[in-house]
């Protein structure tokens, strides 16, 4: 995805005629092409809700890292009170695009895995750093020559060559866990009963509560959002959770929205980052692979809070500037599949991560935050889990700076 670049200043939106493109800020002076917003987006000034001081900055270098593809395997072993299956001993996969050590997506997949694989006494094996096309397919197929018994295509980018790998009658003995369709939602057509089935993620409500965080900690009252991919309808539904959690919570906020255009563009999300730093914000969350790599450095160097997703990076938080996380656990997916396998039904239905099952919420909060604010954010995370408070959710660009507009903050 890639668009001609022209202006990186962040600019107001004209409140009289928004469209999606009114959105979208274009930047130069950056190394690779792509997609760049850099939008200022809701009224100036307002209810001051800061409480909590963002600590002092403290660097932390990024490093772009260029690693080979590498497959490991690992026999697991039996941990806490796991209660082993009876029957053979499984043998498990997962198949990564990026470093099984990113502390987001990849490695969350990977260590999920791992984790499920521990409690079922298998065989655990994982190849990382494929990136997209054929290189990760054949590490699928060589897997099905192993005869391996359950490999996860941990990436929405690996539907379509494995339905094609399966359908194609080549799938050999092993089973297939693929992510449900690109928009989260579970395709009947794609669960093979005995050889695929699917699992999917709803992060928004978590999203919706680091928001409403987010909206309390505020001092200067700008708050950001920086998101590597503008498609990406993960990453959308999380933004749009978020946005309505600030709105809640600091009704006089204003939010800033920018899109770097690539997952892993370190450096070209930490300009971006910048930039926002440089409008105001004190509160930034930041949706990326090695992406957020450069948005947290950019929170270090200004000491301004950082809101991450999927993985837990405090411990590289050197500057102490983590607020907090909205966090996935993939591992109850797996273990479900596994114990399907098992079972007999595999392939029966879809596995969901979400808020309400506990497998997607927020890391525990930064203790620099003041206790009434964390005491507060509780009280906001129960009323959401009870159903009090519904989130509402958004799957493309255009729902989402709708939704933006709805909200008052176009």
């Not at 668009?3 to 962040?10: E, G, K, L, P, S």
């Not at 411990?315 to 596994?338: K, M, N, Q």
Request: aromatic fraction near 8%; glycine fraction near 12%.
């Amino acid at each position: 995805m890639s668009r001609n670049c022209a202006n990186m200043n962040t600019k107001d939106i004209d409140k009289k005629s928004i469209s999606r493109r009114k959105f979208l800020g274009i930047s130069t002076g950056a190394a690779v092409g792509g997609i760049v917003g850099g939008v200022v987006i809701g009224a100036v000034g307002g209810y001051f809700a800061g409480q909590s001081a963002a600590p002092t900055a403290q660097p932390v270098t990024v490093t772009q890292t260029q690693t080979q593809t590498v497959t490991k395997t690992v026999t697991a072993q039996m941990t806490g009170e796991g209660k082993p299956i009876v029957g053979r001993k499984l043998s498990t996969a997962v198949v990564v695009p990026g470093r099984a050590n990113d502390v987001g997506w990849n490695q969350q997949g990977v260590d999920s895995l791992r984790r499920a694989a521990e409690k079922f006494r298998a065989d655990f094996s994982f190849s990382e750093n494929l990136g997209y096309g054929e290189t990760p397919m054949r590490a699928v197929q060589d897997y099905i020559r192993r005869g391996t018994d359950l490999i996860v295509a941990h990436a929405g980018g690996y539907r379509t060559g494995v339905i094609d790998i399966v359908k194609g009658g080549q799938g050999g003995n092993s089973k297939f866990l693929i992510v449900a369709s690109e928009v989260g939602e579970e395709r009947k057509e794609d669960l093979i009963p005995g050889v695929m089935a699917t699992y999917s993620f709803e992060p928004a409500e978590a999203a919706y509560i680091a928001g409403y965080l987010a909206g309390l900690v505020t001092k200067s009252n700008v708050i950001g959002i920086v998101q590597s991919v503008e498609s990406d309808t993960y990453w959308l539904r999380q933004s749009g959770g978020f946005a309505q959690g600030v709105k809640d919570s600091n009704p006089g906020a204003r939010l800033l929205f920018t899109v770097v255009g690539d997952y892993e563009e370190a450096v070209k999300a930490k300009e971006f980052t910048l930039a926002q730093i440089d409008q105001g914000a004190d509160v930034i969350f930041g949706m990326g692979d090695g992406a957020s790599f450069g948005m947290m450095e950019a929170c270090s160097e200004r000491g301004v809070w950082f809101i991450d997703v999927i993985g837990d990076k405090r411990s590289i938080d050197e500057a102490g500037i983590l607020l907090t996380s909205v966090l996935w656990d993939f591992t109850p997916a797996f273990e479900r599949a596994i114990a399907d396998i098992y079972n007999g039904s595999f392939g029966e239905e879809n596995y969901e991560i979400s808020f309400f099952n506990g497998a997607i919420d927020l890391l525990q909060i930064n203790k620099k935050v003041d206790p009434d604010i964390r005491a507060e954010v509780d009280e906001v995370r129960e009323k959401v889990r009870k159903g009090e408070k519904k989130v509402e959710k958004v799957i493309t660009p255009d729902e989402f700076y709708n939704l933006l507009q709805k909200l008052g903050f176009g």
